[in-house]
């Protein structure tokens, strides 16, 4: 069964900081998804990160992938209010059942003036 | 475009009835997909169609719930003899197909309260 873990589930920053979001997972996977969550509304796709190695930015945010680690980093750069969301990582298995998205259960994100 | 919408956005209902859901994917995705995300967790993944059928239904936690899509477009999600516990945002999500690097897009969701 495929697990995702995400840490830390909740942050709180100033603006202006950096921070890095971890998202590990259990199995193999080659596809892996970042959203970001405003309350009450949908998930809002932010990356998807397809191989080994690949680094994908927009913004303040860039997200990368480590397969061999099994272990995705949002990074956050300088960040503004305007970022404050729960972000989620959401892997897809290998194999036949690769739209079976597995998510973590978030990280709430704070950032405070 | 327009994105992936849902009806109603919310809903109560009591112990025991029979609810309906609607999806209305985003035109031309063949694949939809059922999420239900409790609160405070990731969305769980319910079933996965591809056209009319559901290629996938492992996700749906008990016989009282079933997922339709007649026409391969709109999907009615059903649940029979509503319990407290099935309270919680159903998502749907459709794509435009499954493989490669699809990424699912997400609808608003419909929040059910079973009281």
């Known amino acids: 069964e495929l697990k995702v873990e995400q840490n830390p589930l909740f942050l709180s920053m100033q603006e202006e900081k950096n921070y890095t979001i971890y998202c590990n997972y259990s199995t193999t996977s080659d596809r892996l998804y970042w959203y970001r969550q405003d309350p009450g509304k949908s998930l809002e796709s932010l990356f998807v990160l397809l191989s080994n190695g690949a680094v994908k930015q927009e913004g303040r945010l860039m997200a990368s992938l480590d397969t061999k680690a099994r272990l995705s980093t949002l990074h956050i750069t300088a960040a503004v209010h305007d970022l404050s969301a729960t972000y989620f990582c959401a892997v897809a298995p290998v194999g036949g059942s690769n739209y079976k998205l597995t998510f973590g259960k978030g990280t709430l994100l704070t950032v405070n003036p | 475009g327009a994105g992936v919408s849902q009806t109603p956005s919310n809903k109560v209902t009591e112990k025991g009835k029979y609810v309906e859901l609607r999806c209305d994917p985003i035109?031309?995705?063949?694949?939809l997909y059922w999420y239900r995300q409790s609160l405070g967790q990731g969305p769980e993944f319910l079933i996965y169609f591809q056209g009319t059928g559901a290629a996938d239904d492992s996700g749906l936690p008990n016989d009282r719930f079933f997922a339709v899509r007649p026409e391969g477009s709109v999907s009615t999600l059903k649940i029979q003899r509503t319990e407290r516990g099935d309270s919680a945002v159903y998502l749907c999500?459709?794509?435009?197909?499954?493989?490669?690097?699809?990424?699912?897009?997400f609808g608003p969701g419909t929040r059910l309260t079973v009281l």
């Open positions: 035109s031309g995705h063949t694949a």
């Open positions: 999500a459709s794509s435009l197909k499954t493989s490669g690097e699809d990424t699912q897009y």
